[in-house]
């Protein structure tokens, strides 16, 4: 199944080339022009991520890549040409809390109007491993990860709060180096949402590990999801199930790590037709890089001080 793996640290290479029982090679050309490779999956430091993306799409393979897809609008501009030109390609981005059992169960419950109109959204997570060394100095580095805790962590909230509310209009951004690395190591920001959703989220990684928390509040209602990877459950308090008096009602629970449909388990599917999907839109090219837009502003945002700064994506196709 794999044919050959490259990284930019030859030692970790090799072990994982064997791990999957396949080829190391020094030079990635090597894997994305070869003709008899038709498909990659992009897990490299996120500065990489642009230059491999358009080398592989352009040497017609379909990608998968982890989050988040690019560091800016440039780089994006670039893959998103790339991808009109080789509409038959598919490309996915490893959103993976949209796979979260939990997460799709909530959306379902906001599209039937169960909490009426999404009024704040509240997203917490956050680890302790910048304070312990466990992440390696290249995740603080900005020039090669593109950023600290909002590109770890604080995505994930982000693109939940897109699912979930939709489209974001503004951000403010605070962050803080608490172990005075060259990245921030803790984010809390605010966005307002086209509905006006007030969304609100907080990452780091000089806490201990914490418990996923997300809170959805609407105009009847409120959504709560709680608990430990793999343990999540989500809960309920609705003013049009009157039978539950008012009382939080679990409605969905994760018992294992096994319960979740992961990005990369949908897009096998596509490619082998064991699904009627051509695409996946909540992990598309377009969300991906909506995610991009929102990050860009955060950054811009925290730079000035928390100044509010305007969601630029009109240059995304499709918005």
Not at 36 to 61: F, G, M, P
Not at 162 to 175: D, S
């Amino acid at each position: 199944m794999w044919d050959a793996v490259w990284d930019t640290d030859g030692q970790r290479g090799r072990k994982f080339a064997e791990e999957l029982g396949c080829a190391f090679v020094e030079n990635y050309h090597e894997i994305l022009g070869n003709p008899e490779i038709d498909v990659v999956i992009i897990e490299s430091e996120t500065c990489l991520h642009a230059r491999l993306i358009v080398e592989a799409l352009s040497n017609k393979k379909h990608v998968f890549s982890d989050k988040v897809v690019c560091r800016n609008r440039e780089e994006g501009e670039q893959i998103q040409e790339c991808l009109e030109r080789n509409p038959e390609l598919l490309y996915v981005v490893s959103h993976e809390s949209l796979g979260n059992p939990v997460f799709v169960k909530a959306k379902s419950i906001t599209e039937a109007g169960m909490i009426g109109k999404p009024v704040a959204f509240y997203f917490r997570r956050a680890h302790g491993r910048a304070k312990d060394g466990s992440l390696g100095s290249d995740w603080l580095t900005p020039e090669i990860a593109g950023g600290g805790a909002l590109i770890d962590l604080g995505i994930h909230g982000i693109s939940l709060a897109i699912y979930l509310t939709g489209k974001p209009l503004k951000v403010n951004a605070r962050m803080k180096s608490w172990m005075r690395g060259e990245s921030e190591d803790s984010v809390s920001l605010m966005m307002e949402m086209e509905n006006q959703c007030l969304v609100f989220l907080h990452a780091d990684l000089v806490t201990n590990y914490q418990e996923q928390y997300m809170e959805l509040i609407g105009t009847e209602g409120i959504l709560v999801v709680s608990g430990r990877e793999g343990k999540e459950k989500l809960f309920l308090n609705s003013s049009l199930r009157p039978e539950t008096e008012g009382r939080m009602e679990l409605v969905e629970e994760r018992n294992s790590v096994e319960n979740f449909y992961y990005p990369i388990e949908r897009f096998v599917d596509v490619l082998t037709g064991e699904t009627d999907e051509k695409a996946i839109k909540d992990l598309d090219i377009g969300n991906g890089l909506e995610v991009v837009a929102v990050v860009e502003a955060a950054y811009d945002s925290a730079a000035e001080d928390g100044k509010s700064r305007i969601v630029d994506d009109g240059w995304i196709h499709g918005n």
